[in-house]
């Protein structure tokens, strides 16, 4: 069985709980490695890639964004002193953040609140799609990222999804409708077998 993942497209693994999903995106981003067969990257064995580097490209996107009572900018860059202002700017601009933290008081500089407590649910996971971006990724891993968000929140999250379908290869795990609508490829996973869907 292969999986194939297209550069510049949104592919969407789903399937029951306990199926193999986190497996499959551990295995793409070099965490496992597999008992048998071959993950490649742009046709070369991940064996033979330098695993940092390619982690480096990775940008993840979990189900809970972690914020800190901190700065946006420092929520964004993690302290990684390489990242400047324009980056984290940038950043923002691609997750559909920047308008509202430039509405905040303070901008970049706004306190987000204990757990991102003074943002809505929308507002932290898109700083969380920021906070991946930052780096530049070739590769944004979305896990259950639209999943303990309310109605609206999902509907602003899908639409910055749907903002950089063709900027950036996306893997998706996700059994929301609104993620399998935006997909390009589904892949469902059950028994340990993987099967595409339509």
Same mark, same amino acid.
């Given at each position: 069985q292969s999986l194939e993942i297209p550069v *510049?497209? +949104?592919?969407v693994i789903t399937g029951p709980s306990g199926s193999g999903k986190t497996t499959l995106i551990d295995l793409v981003a070099g965490l496992l490695r597999p008992d048998s067969g071959q993950v490649l990257i742009d046709q070369v064995d991940l &064996?033979?890639?330098d695993h940092r580097l390619w982690r480096r490209s990775i940008g993840y996107v979990p189900q809970e964004a972690l914020l800190v009572n901190d700065s946006v !900018? &420092? &929520?964004i860059t993690l302290g990684a002193p390489e990242l400047t202002r324009q980056d984290a700017e940038r950043?923002?601009?691609k997750a559909d953040a920047l308008s !509202?933290?430039?509405q905040m008081n303070g901008g +970049?500089?706004?306190a987000? *609140?204990?757990? *991102?407590g003074r943002l809505s649910g929308g507002q932290r996971q898109r700083l969380a799609i920021a906070r991946a971006l930052v780096h530049q990724p070739r590769l944004l891993i979305l896990d259950e990222a639209t999943s303990n968000l309310d109605h609206a929140s999902e509907q602003a999250v899908l639409a910055t999804i749907g903002h950089l379908k063709g900027e950036l290869t996306m893997l998706a795990v996700t059994h929301q409708p609104g993620? +399998?609508?935006l997909a390009d490829r589904i892949y469902r996973v059950s028994d340990g077998r993987i099967s595409i869907e339509s």
């Amino acid at each position: 069985q292969s999986l194939e993942i297209p550069v *510049g497209r +949104l592919t969407v693994i789903t399937g029951p709980s306990g199926s193999g999903k986190t497996t499959l995106i551990d295995l793409v981003a070099g965490l496992l490695r597999p008992d048998s067969g071959q993950v490649l990257i742009d046709q070369v064995d991940l &064996n033979r890639i330098d695993h940092r580097l390619w982690r480096r490209s990775i940008g993840y996107v979990p189900q809970e964004a972690l914020l800190v009572n901190d700065s946006v !900018f &420092n &929520n964004i860059t993690l302290g990684a002193p390489e990242l400047t202002r324009q980056d984290a700017e940038r950043a923002l601009q691609k997750a559909d953040a920047l308008s !509202f933290v430039e509405q905040m008081n303070g901008g +970049l500089d706004a306190a987000v *609140g204990e757990r *991102g407590g003074r943002l809505s649910g929308g507002q932290r996971q898109r700083l969380a799609i920021a906070r991946a971006l930052v780096h530049q990724p070739r590769l944004l891993i979305l896990d259950e990222a639209t999943s303990n968000l309310d109605h609206a929140s999902e509907q602003a999250v899908l639409a910055t999804i749907g903002h950089l379908k063709g900027e950036l290869t996306m893997l998706a795990v996700t059994h929301q409708p609104g993620m +399998l609508k935006l997909a390009d490829r589904i892949y469902r996973v059950s028994d340990g077998r993987i099967s595409i869907e339509s």
